[in-house]
């Protein structure tokens, strides 16, 4: 079992940046890549950025060049610094993390970008 907690979510106004953090607690030893998803009103669940065991990443393409996912292994937590944000970038973000083949999911926390 792993829970993960995230943090850092807000209001901000376009252009501003935030970081998220979502901090792992359980099997962490097992858990290969973590990832961070965002949920928009009446949008389905899309996948937001990613970061493998092997030190991998990857990104939508909606949010490169503007956020960056890293993890620090000594606190096993990962972050996403968000960086010109934009109203589109409202939506709960949702930290995610894969251990021995199963998808553990924290609660979200919600970012809100204004005009």
């Known amino acids: 079992q792993v829970q993960l907690v995230e943090s850092g979510g807000g209001l901000v106004q376009a252009g501003g940046s935030l970081r998220l953090s979502c901090a792992a607690s359980?099997?962490?030893?097992?858990?290969?890549?973590m990832a961070w998803y965002r949920q928009a009103p009446g949008k389905q669940r899309e996948l937001v950025a990613t970061?493998?065991?092997?030190?991998?990443?990857n990104y939508a393409f909606s949010v490169k060049g503007r956020f960056t996912i890293s993890r620090d292994n000594t606190k096993n937590t990962v972050y996403l610094q968000m960086n010109s944000l934009k109203p589109e970038d409202t939506a709960v973000y949702y930290c995610s993390a894969v251990s021995a083949a199963l998808v553990y999911w924290g609660q979200g926390t919600q970012v809100t970008v204004s005009s």
């Open positions: 359980g099997s962490i030893f097992s858990i290969s890549t």
């Open positions: 970061s493998t065991s092997g030190g991998s990443t």
